[in-house]
């Protein structure tokens, strides 16, 4: 069984992301065959395509990434 849980209930709007989540973790262990582990080459891959990108979690969104 997958259980999901929300750290902070009073953080907005979250039914997608749960609904998501849900979905999800429903997906997980009605067919845990489907899970497969990400190869070194992906890995590789992603890390050149963001070696160069900051991001700064503590800061608001600006009007246009919104």
Request: glycine share 2%.
């Amino acid at each position: 069984m997958t259980l999901l849980e929300s750290s902070d209930s009073n953080q907005g709007d979250t039914s997608s992301i749960e609904a998501f989540l849900n979905f999800l973790a429903k997906d997980i262990d009605q067919h845990p065959e489907h899970i497969r582990e990400v190869n070194s080459d992906l890995v590789a891959y992603v890390r050149v395509l963001v070696k160069d990108v900051t991001v700064e979690l503590d800061l608001p969104l600006s009007d246009e990434d919104e």
